[in-house]
């Protein structure tokens, strides 16, 4: 139990475009998720926490109108990257809280596999 | 905002050997977490902890909640080239129980020569 998916697990973008990534609660649900940005060789930055039915809370010095979050249902929330330009360039990955999964604490976080985003 | 001091950066054992690393934060934590992270992947659970004092093994892994509340450690025994990876520790602060982010540690890359 407690499985999160990530879609695509990458994608190459030219600058100025907009990119979508998709993040998935396969067995549970999760009326929390949060997105992490993680640059080569460091640790994972939290961006911020997306909460089904309300916005989302932005961690200091990401940006709202940026990074758009969508928590659309229980099971997804979506992070669209408007108008990449190169130094968007990272890997981003999802977690969430396993909430109503047997055996499992709210306060741990299960993550997604990832989706690396390469801006030209 | 919250940092946790993760130590080593990094360590190249041979396999057989024991490995300790362990992370200490300024202030109190409800919660420490402990990841595994391999190349191109999102970070694994290994283990969680979430009493002061409490001692929980997985496997080869054992891992320990500080009485302090403020560091928590992973020893990994006997290892194998497969522990070869990035370990994250991650902690809750103690600041309500609705508060569910983690803070991660820099992480400890972990090398096994065969």
């Known amino acids: 139990g407690a499985v999160v998916s990530q879609h695509p697990s990458w994608v190459i973008c030219k600058s100025g475009t907009s990119v979508k990534i998709e993040c998935r609660s396969l067995?549970?649900?999760?009326?929390?998720m949060f997105w992490y940005r993680q640059f080569p060789k460091q640790s994972l930055m939290l961006m911020a926490t997306s909460n089904e039915g309300s916005k989302a809370t932005y961690e200091q010095g990401v940006e709202k109108d940026k990074f758009l979050i969508n928590h659309a249902s229980l099971t997804l929330s979506t992070l669209t990257v408007t108008s990449a330009h190169p130094e968007d360039s990272s890997f981003y990955i999802c977690?969430?809280?396993?909430?109503?999964?047997?055996?499992?604490?709210?306060?741990?976080?299960?993550f997604g596999p990832g989706t690396r985003l390469t801006v030209t | 905002g919250q940092q946790l001091n993760q130590s080593p950066q990094s360590m190249f054992i041979q396999e057989g050997e024991d490995v300790s690393m362990n992370c200490t934060s300024s202030?109190?934590?409800?919660?420490w977490l402990w990841y595994k992270q391999d190349p191109g992947e999102g970070p694994v659970l290994l283990i969680a902890?979430?009493?002061?004092?409490e001692l929980t093994s997985n496997g080869r892994l054992t891992a320990q909640f500080g009485i302090t509340r403020k560091d928590s450690f992973l020893n990994i025994s006997a290892s194998i080239p497969s522990d070869v990876g990035i370990y994250f520790c991650a902690g809750r602060e103690n600041s309500g129980g609705s508060n569910y982010k983690l803070t991660f540690g820099k992480g400890t890359l972990l090398t096994v020569n065969p």
């Open positions: 977690s969430a809280p396993p909430w109503g999964t047997s055996g499992r604490s709210p306060y741990e976080q299960y």
């Open positions: 202030s109190i934590f409800n919660t």
């Open positions: 067995d549970f649900q999760a009326t929390t």
């Open positions: 902890l979430y009493k002061a004092g």
